[in-house]
């Protein structure tokens, strides 16, 4: 009787030893696939992303192949487009864009129907130097903190100031100079704070 109990279960055992890796890898293969999603949505959010020079735009026309266009955001901010020629695109969100963009199509297109997506959001950059395991330019996709930042670096180095680090922003037009301390952040004596586009974050 008990040999006959064994011989029934060893193929079950089977059974699921072999499944079960398959389980793993597809429950991997699921939550890559969702890591990839929110990375992919970042660059295309319209409500808060503000374009700059160096993004790399889509713009699709309903209907038109001609106008659907992938274009680079020159250094002027601008955007050329057949038809309405140059468009100022600096500064707008993607959805301010497309609403301009519909604007000057009227005169050409019945109804037009136009979408903007960031394709590369390489404008908005952060500088980093000094005591960082990984210093350098650092392009940013979404609202990021200043610890958040500093994640992004690999942290510091043995010799880093931590109490005395330097940030160096411009402000309409205005050269800003502030020293944070990682550590009150840190300890919440100090508030944690938000990463502007041209930031400089040096570490002493």
Do not use: C, H
């Not at 009227?106 to 903007?116: A, E, G, H, L």
């Not at 959001?121 to 960082?132: C, E, L, T």
């Not at 205005?174 to 041209?198: H, L, N, P, Q, W």
């Amino acid at each position: 009787m008990k040999n006959y109990k064994i011989r029934n279960v060893v193929p079950v055992l089977i059974f699921l030893l072999v499944l079960m890796p398959v389980s793993v890898f597809s429950q991997q293969d699921k939550d890559a696939a969702s890591a990839a999603k929110v990375q992919g949505e970042v660059a295309a959010d319209s409500d808060s992303y503000i374009i700059g020079p160096e993004d790399l735009l889509n713009i699709y026309v309903w209907r038109e192949e001609s106008l659907t266009k992938t274009v680079p955001v020159r250094m002027d901010g601008k955007i050329s487009l057949p038809l309405v020629d140059d468009v100022l695109a600096s500064g707008l969100t993607p959805l301010q864009l497309k609403e301009i963009l519909v604007a000057k199509l009227k005169d050409f297109i019945d109804n037009p129907n136009v979408s903007v997506t960031v394709m590369e959001a390489n404008s908005f950059k952060v500088y980093v130097s000094g005591q960082v395991r990984n210093p350098g330019v650092f392009k940013l996709r979404s609202d990021t903190s200043f610890l958040q930042l500093m994640t992004m670096t690999g942290g510091f180095t043995d010799w880093a100031d931590q109490k005395n680090i330097l940030i160096m922003r411009k402000e309409k037009g205005k050269d800003i100079r502030m020293t944070v301390s990682y550590k009150k952040i840190i300890e919440g004596k100090e508030s944690d704070f938000a990463i502007k586009r041209g930031d400089t974050v040096i570490i002493p």
